[in-house]
C-alpha cells in the first residue's frame, strides 16, 4: 500500500503508527491476500478480544449501578458487527481497505467486511501502541454507543437500579404490591406500589404488571432522589 493511503488513514484513525506495516496488513481483506494468514483476519481476532475488554471495563469502572446481565447485554451491543461496521462507516476508512474488485463493485463492502477492518485496526494499534493506544481509540470511536446503551437500560430498569440501591442501603429487596386492576381481560391496567423497609411509595399505573412495577420504582426512585431531572 502506498505511503499516501497509510498517511490518511493514519490521519482519520487520529494514531501514528510505528511499525505501519501492521496498518497495511489490517487494511488488507482475504481477498486480495495471498493466503488467509497474510489478511487482516489475524488482527481482527485480537482487536474482537481488545474491543470487548476496553468496553467490560468501562462498563465495571463507571457503571456501578449496573447487573452483570445489564452489562452483558450493553457489551453486546456495543462489539455487535452492527455496531463495528457503522463506527467504520462513519469513520470512512473502508474506502481505503485493499479488496478484491468483486467486494469493492458490490456498492460498498459489507458491513462484515467494515466490521473486521475496525476490529483489525484495533488489534493493530493494540500491537503497535499497547493497550492504552487501544483504549483512547476503541473510546473514542464507540463512546456515543456506549452512552446510548447505557441510557437505554438505565431507563429500562429501574427496577434493578432500586434493588441495588435498596439492597446497599438496608440490605432488603423491594416489594411491589398490586393495589388494583381495571378494565378487561384483553385490556387490563395494573396499579402497583412499592414497600421498602416499612416505607411506602406513591403508586403507578401500567397496562401490563411489569410495566407498572417499573413505573412505581421509577417513582421510588425519584421519591428517594436517585434521579435527575430529566429521568423524572
Given at each position: 500500500?502506498?505511503?499516501?493511503?497509510?498517511?490518511?488513514?493514519?490521519?482519520?484513525?487520529?494514531y501514528r503508527f510505528e511499525d505501519e506495516g501492521l496498518l497495511n496488513l489490517a487494511l488488507t481483506h482475504a481477498s486480495v491476500s495471498a493466503s488467509r494468514a497474510e489478511s487482516n483476519e489475524r488482527l481482527e481476532f485480537l482487536g474482537d478480544a481488545v474491543l470487548a475488554i476496553v468496553?467490560?471495563?468501562?462498563?465495571?469502572?463507571?457503571?456501578d449501578e449496573l447487573l452483570e446481565g445489564e452489562m452483558t447485554k450493553i457489551k453486546s451491543s456495543?462489539?455487535?458487527?452492527?455496531?463495528?461496521a457503522k463506527v467504520c462507516d462513519n469513520m470512512q476508512i473502508a474506502k481505503l481497505a485493499k479488496v478484491s474488485k468483486g467486494v469493492a463493485a458490490s456498492g460498498g463492502p459489507p458491513q462484515s467486511v467494515s466490521a473486521a477492518l475496525f476490529e483489525a485496526v484495533i488489534?493493530?494499534?493494540y500491537l503497535d501502541g499497547g493497550l492504552g493506544a487501544a483504549k483512547r481509540f476503541v473510546l473514542t470511536h464507540v463512546r456515543p454507543y456506549l452512552d446510548e446503551a447505557m441510557a437505554t437500560v438505565h431507563q429500562d430498569n429501574y427496577k434493578s437500579m432500586l434493588q441495588q440501591h435498596s439492597q446497599r442501603r438496608w440490605g432488603k429487596t423491594p416489594q411491589y404490591l398490586l393495589l388494583d386492576e381495571k378494565?378487561?381481560?384483553?385490556?387490563?391496567?395494573?396499579?402497583?406500589?412499592?414497600?421498602?423497609?416499612?416505607?411506602?411509595?406513591?403508586?403507578?399505573?401500567g397496562r401490563?404488571?411489569?410495566?407498572?412495577?417499573?413505573?412505581?420504582?421509577?417513582?421510588?426512585?425519584?421519591e428517594l432522589g436517585l434521579l435527575d431531572n430529566d429521568a423524572k
Open positions: 500500500m502506498d505511503q499516501d493511503t497509510l498517511k490518511k488513514c493514519q490521519e482519520i484513525v487520529g468496553v467490560c471495563q468501562e462498563l465495571y469502572e463507571h457503571g456495543v462489539v455487535s458487527g452492527q455496531t463495528c488489534g493493530a494499534i378494565g378487561p381481560d384483553h385490556s387490563k391496567a395494573f396499579e402497583t406500589a412499592v414497600a421498602i423497609n416499612g416505607a411506602h411509595f406513591p403508586s403507578a399505573w401490563t404488571k411489569k410495566e407498572a412495577e417499573q413505573e412505581a420504582a421509577k417513582l421510588a426512585l425519584a
